[in-house]
Structure formats: C-alpha cells, structure tokens
C-alpha cells in the first residue's frame, strides 16, 4: 500500500539566519571597506569599518544565509550605507523572518611612507634630514658630530636614521641603527657609548641637551582625531654588542626594538610629554606597545591596538606620539651597536567621532 505525501506536511527549516557577510575587497565598489564585517548573532547586527572619504553608497557585499533561506537586499546586490546602516531580512523556508541591520563605522587614515626626507625647519644643523612628519634622534647625534671635540669625542659616522632603498613598497623606507657614539661627556652631559635609532611623531629640542637630554623628545603632535590602531611594515636585526648606560659590555643581554602609541591631553599647545614622563604620565589616554628581540628578516606586518584608560572628549586638546626605537632601553642608554630596525608604509586610523 503507498501513501502519499501532502506539500503541507514536509517540515521547513525556520532558520533565518545571516552565516556569512563579507566584501570583496578587490572589488572596485568596495575599496571604501576598512574591516570585514563582525557578525553579533545575539542582537542581530552585523558592523564593519570604512575609510571616511570613501564612497559607501553602492557597497556589493557577499552574503550567506541558513539553508533554504533567502535574504533581502540579496547577495552581490549594490546597497548604500551612506546613512550609516542598512537592514536585510532573512526569511526562512516556513516563512520566519529576522531583520539584520548592518552599520558602516567610518574611519579616517593618515599614512606615512617615508618617500620624502628633508632638513626639519629650524634644524641647528643642516646635514640633518630626516623623514617628513617625523623627528628622530640624528638631531642628537649632530650635537655630538658637531660638538664631540669639546669632550674629547669625534664621531664620523652614519647617522642613525637613514633613508633606504631596501623598501617594502614604493621607492624607499626608513631605517633606524643603533650607533656607536664612543661615550663620554660634552658640557658636563653624557654622550652614550651607543646612540639608540629612534624616530617619532614629535619634535627634538637640541637645546634641552645641554640641561636634561630626557627633554630632548619633546613626544607627539597636536591631534584632533581619536587613534583606535597604528600598523606598519618592519624588519629588525638585533645587534650582536650590548653596552650599558656605563659604556660596559654586557657579554649576556640581547636587544630588542621597540614600538609603541600613545595619545595624551594636554592644557595648552606648549605642554609636551617627554622621554621621562611620556610612559608614566596621568595624562595619558590610550596607549599600545609592540617589541622584540628576534630576527625578522623580511618586512612584517604588525598593529598597534590603542587601549583607551580614558574616555575620548572631542572638546578636549590632545597630542598623539608614535614611536619606534632599534633598542628598546636606548633612552637609559642601554643599546647593542648595530641593532637595524626598517620600518615602512605607516597607517593610523582614527575613528570618526562626533563632536
């Protein structure tokens, strides 16, 4: 004996679920798209990040559904998130429905790729080029090339931020060499018997050496974005002799680089962090530190990650510091000769924030 099936008795899935929504960067409607979407299943919400000055008005993004189900706007459709968000609606095979809605975080980037090196204005000394945007400590090393003589001091030498070849992308990189600057003193100051190669978002003020060489990084510059992440290209060759703040070799210890970000507030545009306050400060912000002592002998990608302690008050003055160091204890003067750190293509993004 058959029996037959009735259409109405065959069990549909009431799953409406988004599995899966992407954009193909490669695409050229989505070149705006910064982040793949983050699905949160529990409250039905899909965000992702995009470039602020990018176009999202007819963004294609690949959409996958539970089994059975359909999605409206439907996958590889063009769908404009120029308002901030749009919502899809998932109906399931019984006929269950879910409305998704998906928001467009937009992003600002300010990118650096050190194809340009220039004498910074007001530089003491004009030998010195440095990478535009950026001050770095060959400013220091001037002082002990052009007044070494007066301790005793003659360093011929490279200076320790030079302009390179040896690129990830583009034309040239910077790279940063911890240096051997014989040790000894000028005035009364100390000159390191290793100078560490560091570079920074800052200014150097030459003349603060002669009193306190701390004051000298005069860390960040005047900033009115809110910096959520800093990435980068780098390589690194830890050198092979490690000096201390003593000029004494130190046969068991390994350098290491060391890269970090930090956001701080200030009262007026004088006010400055410096190598001695710039880690400790209560005015601190958000911060991310990034280093090692391994090799890394092709360019790397990596991210700082800003960790907010404060909230962010668009009213409020703020100075940002990235810094990147080829000995991360240079600034105690503890530095190996020879440490090498490239670094190349630098981004930040900042979050959009509505004042």
Do not use: H
């Not at 901030?84 to 609606?89: E, L, R």
């Not at 560091?198 to 002669?210: P, Q, V």
């Not at 003055?317 to 003067?333: C, E, L, N």
Request: hydrophobic share 40%.
């Amino acid at each position: 004996m058959f029996t037959s099936c009735d259409e109405d008795d065959v069990i549909r899935s009431s799953e409406a679920n988004i599995t899966s929504f992407t954009f193909d960067t490669t695409v050229a409607a989505n070149a705006a798209v910064l982040s793949q979407p983050v699905i949160d299943e529990a409250n039905a919400t899909i965000t992702f990040k995009a470039e602020e000055s990018g176009d999202v008005s007819a963004l294609v993004p690949t959409i996958e559904v539970s089994a059975g189900a359909t999605v409206t706007p439907a996958s590889g459709s063009a769908v404009s998130f120029a308002s901030g968000s749009a919502t899809f609606t998932v109906v399931a095979e019984d006929g269950t429905s879910k409305v998704y809605t998906v928001s467009c975080n937009m992003s600002s980037l300010i990118q650096y790729d050190f194809e340009t090196w220039a004498t910074p204005e007001g530089a003491m000394y004009p030998e010195v080029v440095n990478p535009e945007g950026w001050a770095t400590c060959n400013d220091a090393v001037a002082l002990i090339k052009n007044l070494g003589s007066l301790g005793g001091i003659t360093y011929t030498g490279e200076y320790p931020v030079r302009q390179t070849t040896d690129a990830y992308s583009g034309s040239t990189a910077a790279m940063l060499e911890s240096v051997d600057t014989q040790g000894g003193s000028i005035l009364g100051q100390t000159v390191p018997k290793v100078t560490a190669g560091s570079m920074f978002l800052g200014t150097f003020n030459a003349m603060a050496a002669m009193s306190d060489p701390m004051a000298t990084t005069e860390f960040g510059i005047l900033y009115d974005k809110k910096p959520v992440k800093v990435s980068s290209y780098y390589k690194y060759t830890p050198g092979a002799e490690f000096y201390n703040a003593a000029g004494e070799l130190q046969a068991d210890r390994q350098d290491a680089c060391a890269i970090s970000a930090v956001l701080y507030e200030v009262e007026s545009e004088d006010e400055t962090l410096n190598g001695s306050t710039i880690y400790t400060s209560d005015k601190i912000v958000a911060m991310a530190s990034f280093g090692t002592g391994e090799t890394v002998a092709e360019y790397t990608p990596f991210e700082l990650n800003l960790e907010y302690v404060k909230d962010y008050d668009a009213s409020k003055t703020y100075k940002f510091a990235v810094i990147f160091s080829a000995s991360a204890d240079g600034a105690a003067y503890n530095a190996a000769v020879g440490s090498t750190l490239y670094i190349d293509d630098v981004t930040i993004e900042n979050e959009v924030v509505a004042e």
